[in-house]
């Protein structure tokens, strides 16, 4: 069966800029979460939407947001890009919200920001 | 906020038991313990989950002894394949439950 698909791969913006990133879950799963990788911090969590509400957040500020639409998809959007937010965000879907029923990964967006 | 603490890193032989241990002191009742391994370039790949003592499936076994303030990620007879970052994560699925992923720690595979 399909993975769990993100678009775009890669990304470049400008400082300033907002940016959306699409996450399409594995069918059947309900959750999604998100997260931001950098080289210094690592995997950082975001935020988990299921049943198109977010469940849980992480500690990013408000610029960072995201939705789950009917059909499990999800969008995170970061506006007023910084340099700061150059990163590679993951996805990941699971049955149900939670770290206890396993996430599948993405291969993830790569943002750059300049 | 269950802070996980994993070593930066371990080298290893074709053909060796790799064991990384992971400590998360403030674990919360309701929280799992799950380990990841990712390649460069591509996301974190599900290995193995536990709540408490051990678990085993076919790539690993995952140690938590009866306090669960750590975890231990047991990989047998490593090949180089298995050079990778590897994670773990606790949290449960509390509404507003904080998700905490470790450092990862950087296993290489020497033939």
């Known amino acids: 069966k399909a993975g769990v698909t993100q678009t775009p791969r890669y990304l470049i913006k400008t400082r300033g800029q907002q940016v959306t990133l699409s996450c399409s879950p594995i069918?059947?799963?309900?959750?999604v979460s998100w997260y931001q990788q950098t080289p210094g911090q690592g995997l950082q969590f975001l935020f988990e939407?299921?049943?198109?509400?977010?469940?849980n957040k992480g500690n990013f500020p408000g610029r960072f947001s995201g939705r789950q639409f009917s059909n499990s998809r999800s969008e995170m959007n970061v506006s007023t890009l910084e340099l700061g937010d150059s990163a590679l965000y993951l996805c990941?879907?699971?049955?149900?919200?939670?770290?206890?029923?396993?996430?599948?990964f993405g291969s993830g967006t790569r943002l750059t920001v300049v | 906020l269950a802070k996980t603490t994993q070593p930066i890193s371990m080298d290893s032989y074709e053909g060796q038991e790799v064991n990384i241990t992971c400590s998360h002191n403030?674990?919360?009742?309701?929280?799992?313990i799950t380990w990841y391994q990712q390649f460069p370039s591509q996301g974190p790949r599900f290995i193995i989950q536990g709540y408490k003592t051990k678990v085993t499936n076919e790539v690993a076994s995952l140690f938590i002894p009866a306090d669960r303030k750590s975890s231990t990620l047991s990989l047998p007879r490593v090949s180089l394949s298995d050079t990778a970052v590897y994670y773990c994560l606790v949290g449960g699925s509390a509404a507003g439950n904080k998700l905490t992923f470790g450092g990862g720690t950087r296993v290489l595979v020497k033939p």
């Open positions: 069918s059947g799963h309900r959750s």
């Open positions: 990941a879907s699971s049955l149900s919200q939670g770290p206890n029923y396993g996430y599948t």
């Open positions: 403030n674990i919360a009742t309701n929280d799992y």
């Open positions: 939407y299921f049943s198109e509400t977010q469940r």
